[in-house]
């Protein structure tokens, strides 16, 4: 029998955003100031982020009001569509199904926005000018232009250099939406020339934009504050409209996931799918498996080791508790660039050590494999950063299909790739190349960790 296409975009989003924190039985431990080693103070990071911020990353209450102004702007591209991939479920052969949350219809492109608009009013509201920020693909870096525009606040963008090159649309969405963007490692930061006299054709890292975007927020503490797209509390409790919608539109179509994807840099869309769900878990009710998927060129989750470590590579930011591969890692160039970074968030870390969380790595040639099919099967083409969800989704389906059981499987493709066909035509070509660090370049880089 033939399954109809499915999608529900029911007109209601969340008027809060959750804070998992409240419901976790070990929560994560306190970042530490990077000289002194103590807990950081809120004063400490006022120089660094708005107030309002402060307040949630470090807040234990478990629904936070999200402001009027704030919901105002998602109302633009929220909610977003649920659909159930019946073209690829076809494909696969499968007795699974699969559904996928479609965050690739807000205005940038990706997730990146839900976390952007709020980033940018607390900033407003406090009357900050200018934020710097860094980005890896430039899903982040277009996300706070375009909110950032919003406010009137300019943006200062240090883009890691290989996506800087390989990416050049993205940076035109940046400086379209009156954002500056520049390459990382950049001559304008301390952090930057230091990477190119050491290297100077060095292609850069999330680590060394961090550091670069945050010395500049430094330099002017008047009216300028940083901003980041991933890794931190506030970050991800930002991201969880999504996992909300996706909670009440699964109820409508009379589905429960069994499993539930996000691909995995430092943990803004898998965070923001899986929270939501994982929260019935943490609660006492339904015990469903939450998969963070990460590249495996970049492997922190599965490979790396849970250590106090900094956040970029100057060592700028505070130490954060984390799963991490050292802050001075240097990944491959692999295509998905948001995911090439050497740490994850002190909250998804902390779940996995207590295994709440599973983890994954996927080498790019089979993410941009599934990518193609997903996209002959379904019409949209994924960023690459999200065909490693697709992928973990397709090993899923496989397996139901070998079992011979059904399985309900849920996936956050957090962004398209329409301004990424450079990695498709690499992999087309043949010329895509898969890399995975050895035993010793992990150990070295991890030894490095003061």
Same mark, same amino acid.
């Given at each position: 029998?033939k399954t109809k296409k499915?999608c ?6 969340p008027?809060q ?5 409240? %419901?976790m039985?070990?929560?994560?431990? +306190?970042?530490l &100031?990077p000289v002194?080693?103590?807990?950081? *103070?809120?004063?400490?990071?006022s120089?660094?982020?708005a107030?309002?911020l402060i307040?949630q990353?470090m807040?234990?209450?478990?629904f ?10 998602y109302r633009i591209?929220?909610?977003t569509? #649920?659909?159930r991939a *019946?073209? #690829?479920?076809?494909a ?11 965050e690739s219809?807000?205005?940038?492109g990706?997730?990146?926005p ?5 980033q940018a ?11 710097t920020t860094? *980005?890896g693909?430039?899903?982040w870096g ?6 950032g525009? &919003? ?5 200062e963008?240090y883009m890691?250099?290989?996506s800087?090159?390989?990416k050049?649309?993205r940076?035109?969405m940046?400086q379209?939406?009156g954002?500056?963007?520049?390459p ?10 230091a ?8 292609s ?9 975007a945050?010395e ?5 503490p008047?009216?300028?504050?940083y901003?980041l797209?991933?890794?931190?509390n506030h970050?991800l ?12 539109q699964?109820?409508?179509?009379d589905?429960?996931?069994?499993v539930?994807i996000?691909c995995?840099?430092?943990g803004?869309?898998?965070?923001g ?7 019935k878990?943490l *609660?006492g009710g339904?015990?469903v498996r ?17 250590r ?6 100057a060592?700028y930011?505070p130490?954060? +508790?984390?799963?991490?591969l050292? &802050?001075d890692f240097q990944?491959?160039d692999?295509h998905?660039g948001?995911?090439r ?5 002190a909250?998804?870390s902390?779940l #996995?050590?207590?295994?709440f ?5 996927i080498p790019q040639?089979e993410? #941009?494999?599934?990518?193609?099919l ?5 019409g ?12 973990a989704?397709v090993?899923?389906?496989l ?7 059904e ?19 690499q ?10 660090p050895? %035993?010793a ?6 030894d490095?960790?003061a």
């Amino acid at each position: 029998m033939k399954t109809k296409k499915f999608c529900l975009t029911e007109r209601q989003m969340p008027a809060q955003w959750y804070n998992i924190v409240a %419901d976790m039985p070990n929560r994560p431990l +306190p970042p530490l &100031h990077p000289v002194t080693r103590e807990p950081v *103070t809120r004063e400490q990071l006022s120089a660094v982020f708005a107030e309002e911020l402060i307040e949630q990353e470090m807040s234990v209450e478990r629904f936070i009001d999200i402001p009027e102004e704030v919901q105002e702007i998602y109302r633009i591209w929220r909610p977003t569509p #649920l659909v159930r991939a *019946t073209g #690829l479920e076809k494909a696969l052969d499968t007795p699974a199904k699969i559904y996928f949350k479609n965050e690739s219809v807000s205005p940038a492109g990706s997730h990146k926005p839900n976390t952007a608009v709020p980033q940018a009013y607390y900033n407003y509201k406090q009357g900050i000018r200018r934020l710097t920020t860094e *980005t890896g693909a430039g899903q982040w870096g277009s996300a706070i232009a375009f909110a950032g525009r &919003h406010f009137g606040i300019d943006v200062e963008v240090y883009m890691v250099r290989v996506s800087y090159d390989q990416k050049p649309y993205r940076r035109l969405m940046m400086q379209t939406w009156g954002a500056q963007c520049f390459p990382s490692p950049s001559d304008r930061t301390a952090s930057g020339r230091a990477a190119l006299a050491k290297d100077p054709a060095c292609s850069g890292s999330l680590g060394l934009a961090i550091s670069e975007a945050v010395e500049m927020a430094l330099q002017h503490p008047e009216d300028t504050r940083y901003c980041l797209g991933s890794v931190l509390n506030h970050v991800l409790l930002h991201q969880t409209v999504i996992g909300q919608e996706a909670v009440a539109q699964m109820e409508m179509a009379d589905a429960e996931p069994d499993v539930v994807i996000g691909c995995f840099g430092g943990g803004s869309n898998f965070a923001g799918l899986a929270f939501p769900f994982l929260r019935k878990r943490l *609660t006492g009710g339904n015990p469903v498996r939450v998969v963070a998927v990460e590249p495996a060129s970049c492997p922190k989750l599965t490979r790396g080791a849970f250590r106090y470590d900094f956040g970029d590579v100057a060592g700028y930011t505070p130490l954060i +508790p984390m799963y991490t591969l050292g &802050h001075d890692f240097q990944p491959s160039d692999i295509h998905a660039g948001g995911l090439r970074y050497h740490g994850a968030g002190a909250i998804v870390s902390q779940l #996995l050590k207590d295994g709440f969380v599973e983890a994954c790595a996927i080498p790019q040639t089979e993410t #941009l494999g599934a990518g193609i099919l997903f996209a002959k099967t379904e019409g949209i083409i994924p960023a690459p950063e999200s065909t490693h969800a697709i992928a973990a989704a397709v090993r899923e389906a496989l397996q139901a299909r070998e079992e011979g059981r059904e399985k309900t499987i849920l996936f956050n493709l957090s962004g398209n790739g329409v301004i990424d066909l450079y990695a498709y035509e690499q992999y087309l070509s043949g010329a895509l190349k898969d890399y995975t660090p050895t %035993d010793a370049e992990i150990r070295r880089s991890l030894d490095r960790i003061a």
